[in-house]
């Protein structure tokens, strides 16, 4: 049961913008839960703000490019991928230009501020958006193409081809986002000498350097060409027999590149707005795909915003029958809970197996079985009851009841057969004797009934 978290203090970084060259500082803050990532323009009139979500990505061309109105920033993804690397949930990130520092090309620095002032957790559940089935998106143009399958982490392999003579194909791979730090935080970007004078000619790499770019120079160029390349960007002229890698540090390793893009696709996978479990597989990544996918999990999410907890019918659970029958006192044929197979300090999962003996089907209906919806709601607030009563002392001295019930949906029939699946959760910690919380059936992977209901814990006579 995870938590949100946020950043414990707040920190600021300094440097030159890769596309305009400006001076720019970006301050990192801390947020409330449920905030998100919001970047604010404070060198702009009102400071408007940017909600950092794949549908605001105007343009990916270099980079990640979000925008809210004439509000626009971008070089995020580098800042984007440390802070969820790290599981920081919610962050106000203000700047004074149109984009972030590009500091030395990587994600290292924005890791290293943010485990200075640490993470800190909040009250508010951090939902996973779990993969369940095979998601794709293909651009058959380009030949890039991303794919996510189920897996038990947050994993991704990148795969990419340029047809250099320097490297014409590499991969890299992430099992998960522990590895990120220290195997992937510090590749930095890259670009090839054939690009370079096409992006001079069109202002967007004013603030490109040998410190924040690894430079691919494949090809042997005039020596008076290059020099003019070396001056218009600032920086010492070279050997134009030379071939290879050129920047202040070598490579950390052959496959930086391909970790490069491996981090690119970290950040983009930020503005999903949930943590994701599954394993990405990317062909020929870049910005655009990148969002493209992006988009794909946030429409995916929209229409499956509640998931089922994943169920494993052979897996031993935390309470069964006999120790459910200590903690409530509801018997034959009130009593609407099987099991418990998972539970934390504000959630529960339990199971209850309808079979077609259940006793209310010889009246609802003889014809057609279907279990009444007020005993789904009833078998939520057991199962809320199971979470409570386990965290008191001598918890079988102690009952559980209804005040009120709200929002309550019915989406679908529960008949016998089916197995139900209740996510019950507290909406506030318990007060004075009185427990908020939310609760869902679910019979595979749909929702059969929610409700929101508060209850009072009450000692027994």
């Known amino acids: 049961m ?15 913008g890769l596309h305009t060259g400006l001076n720019l500082t970006v301050t990192f803050n801390p947020a409330d839960e449920n905030y998100g990532y919001k970047i604010q323009r404070i060198d702009l009139p009102d400071a408007p703000l940017i909600s950092v979500i794949a549908e605001n990505v105007v343009e990916t061309t270099r980079g990640t490019v979000v925008a809210n109105g004439e509000a626009r920033c971008s070089t995020i993804e580098h800042a984007m991928a440390a802070l969820y690397a790290l599981g920081v949930s919610n962050c106000l990130m203000q700047v004074n230009g149109p984009e972030f520092p590009i500091l030395d090309g990587s994600a290292q ?28 998106v293909k651009d058959e143009e380009t030949g890039s193409s991303i794919v996510i399958l189920p897996d038990d982490e947050f ?49 967007m790499i004013k603030g490109g350097d040998l410190d924040n770019a ?33 920047s202040h540090r070598p490579l950390k390793w052959s496959n930086e590149p391909a970790r490069h893009k491996l981090l690119d696709i970290v950040g983009d996978m930020a503005l999903v707005g949930r943590p994701i479990k599954g394993r990405i597989i ?14 794909l999990l946030r429409r995916e999410i929209r229409a499956h915003e509640v998931q089922a907890p994943a169920y494993d019918p052979n897996q031993e659970p935390l309470m069964d029958v006999n120790r459910i029958r200590q903690l409530l006192p509801h018997r034959y044929p009130m009593q609407l809970v099987d099991k418990v197979i998972a539970m934390g300090s504000n959630q529960i999962v339990a199971i209850k197996n309808v079979t077609s003996n259940e006793p209310f089907f010889q009246g609802h ?30 918890p079988e001295r102690w009952s559980t009841y209804f005040m009120r019930i709200d929002d309550v949906k019915f989406r679908r029939k529960v008949v016998p057969g089916d197995t139900l699946i209740f996510n019950v959760r507290l909406l506030a910690p318990v007060r004075h004797g009185v427990s908020s919380m939310k609760g869902f059936v679910f019979v595979g992977e749909q929702v059969a009934c929610e409700a929101t209901f508060t209850a009072q814990i009450v000692k027994n006579k």
């Open 155 to 203: 994993s991704i392999t990148a795969m990419i081809s340029y047809g250099s003579k320097w490297f014409s194909s590499q991969f890299a791979t992430m099992g998960s986002l522990s590895d990120f730090e220290n195997d992937i935080a510090s590749a930095r970007t890259f670009v090839f000498m054939r690009e370079i004078e096409p992006l001079l000619k069109a202002g």
């Open 109 to 136: 620095i924005f890791m290293e501020n943010i485990l200075k002032v640490g993470v800190k957790e909040q009250n508010a559940p951090e939902d996973i958006y779990v993969i369940k089935k095979k998601l794709e």
């Open 365 to 394: 209906f003889p014809q057609e079985p279907v279990m009444p919806g007020v005993l789904q709601v009833e078998a939520m607030a057991q199962a809320g009851g199971l979470l409570v009563l386990s965290g008191l002392d001598e």
């Open 214 to 246: 690894i430079v691919i120079y494949e090809d042997e160029l005039p020596q008076e060409r290059l020099d003019q390349i070396a001056d218009e960007m600032k920086v010492e002229r070279r050997d134009a027999k030379k071939l290879g890698f050129i």
């Open 282 to 295: 990317a062909t020929r990544p870049g910005h655009t795909i990148n969002n493209k996918f992006a988009r």
């Open 2 to 16: 995870l938590k949100q978290k946020t950043l414990g203090g707040s920190f600021s970084l300094y440097g030159k």
